[in-house]
């Protein structure tokens, strides 16, 4: 079975410009997450998708990034504008159920400069 | 925060069986254990996941303490690709979906 798709796998960009990352999860998968990953931490939880609704949000930094998952499949996440401490590797990943373990992309690796 | 923790670095000779701990004494009854890894320029991996029996599959054994309050992640012949950062991670969240990392424990199998 295909995993879990992100690209790109590497964007580099100026403070205060715009980025979006597109996920395609793995086929049937109806629930959806996207993780921030600072150098030499784990991954933290932006926010967690059920389908098309969003379950939960509360770490995501609302002022400038925003996430959608349109039909309930792909999703995108955006950044706008970006700050420096925005640099890190940001990973999406998709679940079947309730107890099913996760599945992770590769992710893309964001530098601001 | 996560509710795990594990030693931030172990070493394990190649060849030998290395033993990962990983302690979650606030664990709920309803609440899975799960292992992931994570190479170097990757996304993380899953391993293998646990209620209250152990489990063993193709990659680890996963051995639970009868209290559930920790457990011991166990790859029998580690070999030098298996350096990486392990992860602990004991589901938590109303929904019983969100995954909290905690910093892991970095192995590093020596030749």
């Known amino acids: 079975e295909a995993g879990v798709a992100q690209s790109p796998r590497y964007k580099i960009i100026e403070k205060r410009q715009s980025v979006a990352f597109w996920c395609n999860p793995i086929s049937g998968h109806a629930t959806l997450y996207w993780y921030q990953q600072i150098l030499g931490q784990g991954p933290k939880l932006l926010i967690q998708?059920?389908?098309?609704?969003?379950?939960?949000d509360s770490q995501l930094p609302k002022d400038r990034f925003s996430a959608e998952r349109l039909k309930g499949v792909d999703s995108t996440l955006k950044i706008q504008p970006a700050k420096l401490e925005d640099s890190a590797v940001y990973l999406c990943?998709?679940?079947?159920?309730?107890?099913?373990?996760?599945?992770f992309g590769n992710g893309t690796r964001l530098t601001v400069t | 925060d996560a509710k795990t923790t594990q030693p931030p670095s172990m070493d394990c000779a190649e060849g030998r069986a290395a033993n990962l701990p990983c302690n979650h004494s606030t664990i709920s009854g309803n609440e899975y254990v799960y292992w992931y890894r994570q190479i170097h320029s990757q996304g993380p991996q899953y391993i293998i996941h646990?209620?209250?029996n152990n489990e063993t599959n193709e990659m680890a054994s996963l051995i639970i303490t009868e209290d559930r309050k920790s457990s011991t992640l166990i790859l029998p012949h580690a070999t030098l690709r298996d350096t990486a950062v392990y992860y602990c991670?004991?589901?938590?969240?109303?929904?019983?979906?969100?995954?909290?990392f905690g910093p892991g424990t970095r192995l590093s199998v020596l030749p």
């Open positions: 646990g209620l209250k």
């Open positions: 991670i004991v589901r938590v969240g109303n929904y019983g979906q969100n995954f909290v």
């Open positions: 990943a998709s679940s079947l159920g309730t107890v099913s373990p996760l599945h």
């Open positions: 998708f059920q389908n098309n609704g969003v379950v939960d």
